[in-house]
């Protein structure tokens, strides 16, 4: 059963960068899309970006131009950079693993991290 | 950009059948996946690729869709099924991941 655990700051300056990282229990990442989904308090859920270990990346067009997510293989982890942030970014942010973006959807799931952007 | 509709809200009491609905323009073309979000609970993939249930997931829930309107149907409705569910699709044209607003599933 593959887990994932989110984890980073819960509190981050308004123009700073929200940096989190994602720690995921299974043997290997290979053959997966790792990504992140956000979630604003009461809101829905919002798409941020996924990656695959090919190198194949897809982003929210939204938040493409301040957003990385990397892929750390021999950790087993990934991250998730949104610079240039204001209180619009202020979400619940999940980690999510999916065997096939466009088949299966997303089947596992972190159990979240309440990012607030604030001074 | 794709959109998805899902109504807010729907009632049902339990032992009934809850229908919700999640409108897109030709979404039968596309694979649509359910989520079920209790509160301060992540997600829960509950439907995936239109119809098939994940495992452990009960066959008391299922899903179609065709045309304009994907469906996501939970029969013998219990007070445990109270939550808000959203759909997804992959549309590699634009965004490609779509979610709807959400329907919150009230059980009476």
């Known amino acids: 059963q593959v887990q994932l655990q989110e984890s980073g700051p819960g509190l981050v300056k308004p123009s700073g960068t929200l940096s989190l990282t994602c720690t995921v229990s299974?043997?290997?990442?290979?053959?997966?899309?790792w990504g992140w989904i956000r979630q604003s308090p009461g809101k829905g859920l919002e798409w941020i970006g996924v990656?695959?270990?090919?190198?194949?990346?897809f982003y929210n067009p939204s938040l493409k131009s301040r957003v990385t997510i990397s892929l750390d293989m021999s950790k087993t982890q990934f991250s998730l950079n949104l610079t240039s942030v204001t209180a619009a970014d202020t979400a619940v942010y999940y980690c999510?693993?999916?065997?096939?973006?466009?088949?299966?959807?997303?089947?596992?799931w972190g159990q979240g991290t309440l990012v607030t952007v604030s001074s | 950009s794709y959109v998805l509709t899902q109504p807010h809200s729907v009632s049902v009491a339990p032992g009934k059948t809850a229908s919700l609905g999640c409108a897109g323009k030709?979404?039968?073309?596309?694979?649509v996946h359910w989520y079920q979000q209790k509160p301060g609970q992540a997600p829960l993939l509950v439907i995936y690729?239109?119809?098939d249930r994940p495992s452990g997931i009960p066959e008391r829930f299922s899903g179609s869709n065709s045309g304009d309107t994907a469906t996501l149907t939970i029969s013998r409705v219990e007070a445990g099924d109270e939550a808000d569910y959203f759909c997804?699709?992959?549309?590699?044209?634009?965004?490609?991941?779509?979610f709807g607003g959400g329907t919150r599933l009230t059980v009476l």
């Open positions: 299974t043997g290997s990442m290979t053959g997966y899309y």
């Open positions: 997804q699709v992959w549309d590699s044209s634009t965004d490609p991941v779509v």
């Open positions: 999510a693993g999916s065997l096939s973006i466009s088949a299966a959807g997303f089947a596992y």
């Open positions: 990656v695959h270990n090919t190198d194949s990346s």
């Open positions: 030709n979404i039968g073309g596309k694979s």
């Open positions: 690729s239109d119809s």
